[in-house]
């Protein structure tokens, strides 16, 4: 477990395959980190999490994102992401657990999953992005979120193998 102290991370981080837990000290209203607006914020790793910070700054072009889960199964819990191109991405057939986080105000995706990836995704709140919840051929769960005014869509599947059970949002 990496505890970090209160303040402003002007970096980026990977955790280069690492399974361990990043875990602010008093909460994301005390502990952000702000990317260098080249790419993603946080790159997870299977068997890891990201808890309790502000996670803002990711580049604002293709898939850069707030936390790139990518092909790691991770949990993302107790953090505000915003201000990124977008919030959460998933792909490559994993399954990261999504939970009591707020997305709100990216610039397109609070959080997209793709290639086959079935997150589980509840008890977020997900507001002003231009899509709230986009699936691209994935499954999972999307249950007890409140997500509301997001500008194009709430949530969107676009493929017919994009079923995700969706409840109690």
Avoid: H, W
Avoid at 4 to 25: L, M, P, Q, T
Avoid at 56 to 73: F, H, K, R
Avoid at 123 to 129: G, K, L, P, R
């Amino acid at each position: 477990i990496v505890l970090v102290a209160d303040g402003i991370y002007n970096e980026d981080i990977d955790f280069n395959g690492k399974a361990i837990v990043v875990k602010s000290e008093s909460g994301p209203a005390k502990t952000t980190i702000s990317g260098t607006g080249v790419g993603d914020v946080v790159i997870g790793a299977t068997d890891s999490t990201i808890q309790g910070f502000t996670i803002t700054g990711s580049g604002n072009y293709g898939y850069a994102c707030g936390v790139q889960a990518g092909t790691a199964t991770m949990t993302i819990t107790g953090n505000i992401i915003t201000g990124n191109y977008l919030g959460i991405r998933t792909s490559n057939y994993n399954e990261p657990l999504i939970v009591n986080n707020v997305i709100y105000n990216n610039l397109n995706y609070g959080i997209l999953a793709s290639f086959y990836s079935s997150p589980i995704i509840i008890n977020n709140t997900i507001a002003f992005n231009v899509n709230g919840i986009s699936s691209y051929s994935g499954t999972g769960t999307v249950m007890n979120n409140i997500i509301v005014y997001n500008f194009r869509n709430g949530i969107y599947c676009t493929m017919p193998e994009s079923s995700p059970e969706i409840s109690y949002n």
